[in-house]
């Protein structure tokens, strides 16, 4: 099993910026992926970005060049740093953890007022 505890949701104004932070305990196996997805009010689970343990990065269109994906292999955690945020970026953002199997943390909300 793994546990995927979020950190660093909240308000910000359009043009603002946060920083999510993720930390991975239990059963670690590398490699694997880690990474974001969100989830807007009545929208399907979608991908903000991954990394692999090998720090390739993977990112959604509508968040390169503003968003950047960041880990730390030692500690096991995974970050976000979200600049020039957008209302259309509000919504639940889920932590992932994958070697196959997928886990997920319980969310953090992002809300971003225009």
């Known amino acids: 099993q793994v546990q995927l505890v979020e950190s660093g949701g909240g308000l910000v104004q359009a043009g603002g910026s946060l920083r999510l932070s993720c930390a991975a305990s239990?059963?670690?196996?590398?490699?694997?992926?880690m990474g974001w997805y969100r989830q807007p009010p009545g929208k399907q689970r979608s991908l903000v970005a991954t990394?692999?343990?090998?720090?390739?990065?993977n990112y959604a269109n509508s968040v390169k060049g503003r968003f950047t994906i960041s880990r730390d292999n030692s500690k096991n955690t995974v970050n976000l740093q979200m600049n020039n945020l957008k209302p259309e970026d509000a919504a639940v953002y889920y932590c992932?953890?994958?070697?196959?199997?997928?886990?997920w943390g319980q969310g953090t909300q992002v809300t971003v007022s225009s």
């Open positions: 990394i692999t343990t090998g720090s390739n990065t």
């Open positions: 992932y953890y994958s070697t196959g199997q997928a886990y």
């Open positions: 239990g059963r670690i196996i590398s490699p694997n992926i």
